[in-house]
């Protein structure tokens, strides 16, 4: 041992002095003198993979003869992600009671006509390594399975009955409804108000339409939603002309045979769809403010609290995503990021953009300022989302004005810098496979096909200093929407946002008093 050690100690002490050393085999027989970078005598040439051409198809669709789109990606791996998108959600509820779409993304994958409870389903799954999930946004419903490939027989016929053939039994629909009257509390009681003035600032934006209809089932709703109403719905919205069954993971062509077998003659529970009745109505952009009054002195108790804080939301009309200006508006949001106060990190993290340097880091006293960018097929909202201190709520208001009015200057360090990050982001999310599915189903959904990562970064890096100030401008000549959370003692009126927002430096109106 203390030989070998010996001989290890004088082989580094010679590589370090540049000395030659002759590397031996146990048997004293020499190593072969060969680089690295010389290919080796009697050993084929390696054959690489290589992208090609075929990425310009690389995501296939498919449309069966009763409308419904299929569309898949091939992804290496033994696991696949496969799910139906619904063009249906909260927004189509204009001639039903709101609330419908928050009921059936909590009833999703409960009994159906082959599975006589959740619990069966997840059993089927777990066979598989599979895992089951439904969510609803404003326009869209997805149900979605992460499962083993050679499971893909079993996943799209378990979507189908899911889909197609949900029992919505008295005590499922009972459940669910204790299920939404916690989610409610929960929504009123959680430390992160983000959720509920996202909610706020819709209704503010598109007062009564559309977008702007309440995404969460209203208390007054609950007792009403029963499974006459459910089934009513469902024959008017889950039809195949809405659907789209998307798969990453997977070859197109059993994709396809899948659907064919268990999507083409199936007959849903609630009968002959009537895709006739179908709400078309376009989102009209109202601008509004929505307040409310609430205590949040005790939101979040403990030995480090958070303190009590007023949320300020203010959002401007921005445009939908199938509009060429989405793309400006996307580099525009990353361009005003931000973030919390406490964030720690580099230019990875968004430090640089311009709610950290003009905002955070310069108003200590401020909490929170993020950008954010909801839009639709029609319309589109850009917000920044603020908060602090109740009695400093008026200032925090004229920062984010004056935030809006200087967007229309921007420096090309910065502009790159944005566009840079939007793109490292965009590539680095779809890395993730339920990612690249949900991807691929809204964008085939909302228009026939998919634009792929390499074409969505060609149209980031050809965005100019003049397409983020004709936007810009564009969106100051809306009415502003505006949500309020909190004290709202010092908050400024709804006129004198609108005025500072039309003023040259976004300064609010004056107000002198002789007693503070």
């Known amino acids: 041992m203390a030989a070998h050690m010996s001989r290890l100690r004088g082989w580094s002490r010679a590589h370090r002095y540049g000395i030659a050393v002759c590397r031996q085999y146990s048997n004293g027989g020499v190593y072969p003198n060969v680089s690295l970078s010389t290919p080796l005598p009697g050993i084929p040439k390696p054959v690489f993979a290589s992208v090609g051409s075929h990425e310009k198809n690389e995501t296939k669709i498919t449309t069966l003869e009763n409308g419904l789109k299929v569309a898949s990606q091939n992804k290496f791996g033994q696991f696949c992600t496969v799910g139906i998108l619904v063009n249906s959600g909260s927004r189509h509820e204009a001639k039903y009671p709101s609330g419908i779409a928050h009921f059936l993304e909590k009833l999703a994958f409960s009994s159906t006509a082959q599975f006589g409870s959740k619990d069966e389903i997840l059993l089927t799954l777990e066979k598989h390594g599979g895992i089951c999930d439904c969510q609803t946004s404003r326009d869209t419903t997805m149900y979605a399975v992460s499962a083993e490939v050679k499971g893909l027989d079993t996943v799209v016929n378990l979507l189908s009955d899911a889909v197609l053939q949900p029992r919505l039994l008295d005590e499922e629909i009972e459940m669910t409804r204790m299920a939404v009257r916690f989610e409610l509390e929960d929504l009123n009681m959680r430390p992160d108000p983000e959720p509920l003035l996202t909610e706020m600032i819709h209704a503010a934006a598109y007062r009564g ?13 609950i ?11 469902l024959q008017n919205y889950y039809c195949p002309e809405r659907m789209v069954l998307a798969g990453v993971g ?10 064919r077998k268990y999507l083409l ?10 895709p006739a009745n179908v709400d078309l109505s376009v989102a009209q952009y109202t601008g509004g403010i929505v307040k409310m009054v609430k205590d949040m002195s005790d939101v979040s108790l403990g030995p480090t609290p958070i303190p009590e804080l007023t949320h300020i939301m203010i959002g401007l009309e921005s445009c939908s995503f199938l509009e060429d200006d989405f793309i400006p508006f996307a580099v525009l949001n990353t361009l005003l990021g931000g973030g919390g106060s406490f964030s720690a990190g580099g230019p990875g993290k968004g430090m640089f953009t311009r709610l950290y340097l003009n905002v955070l880091n310069r108003h200590h006293w401020m909490y929170n300022a993020t950008s954010y960018h909801h839009s639709y097929e029609d319309s589109g909202v850009l917000c920044i989302h603020a908060s602090a201190d109740p009695r400093q709520v008026r200032e925090m208001v004229e920062i984010i004005t004056r935030e809006f009015i200087q967007m229309t200057g921007t420096a090309e360090v910065e502009l790159e810098r944005a566009k840079t990050q939007l793109k490292s982001m965009l590539m680095m999310n779809l890395e993730s496979r339920p990612i690249i599915f949900e991807d691929v189903g809204r964008q085939v959904l909302s228009t026939g096909k998919r634009k792929l990562p390499h074409e969505l970064c060609e149209l980031i890096s050809n965005v100019t200093a003049d397409d983020i100030k004709r936007v810009t401008t564009k969106m100051l000549h809306s009415k502003p929407a505006v949500a309020a959370l909190g004290d709202l003692t010092e908050m400024p009126s709804y006129e004198d946002i609108q005025a500072a927002l039309t003023s040259k430096d976004g300064r609010l109106s004056r107000i002198y008093r002789l007693f503070r």
């Open 209 to 221: 339409n559309t977008v702007g209809l309440p995404r969460f089932c209203p208390v007054n709703n």
């Open 223 to 233: 007792e009403t939603i029963d499974k006459k109403l459910l089934h009513k719905y």
């Open 250 to 259: 997977i070859e197109h062509e059993q994709l396809v045979e899948c659907a």
């Open 265 to 274: 003659d199936v007959k849903p529970v609630w009968g002959v769809s009537t």
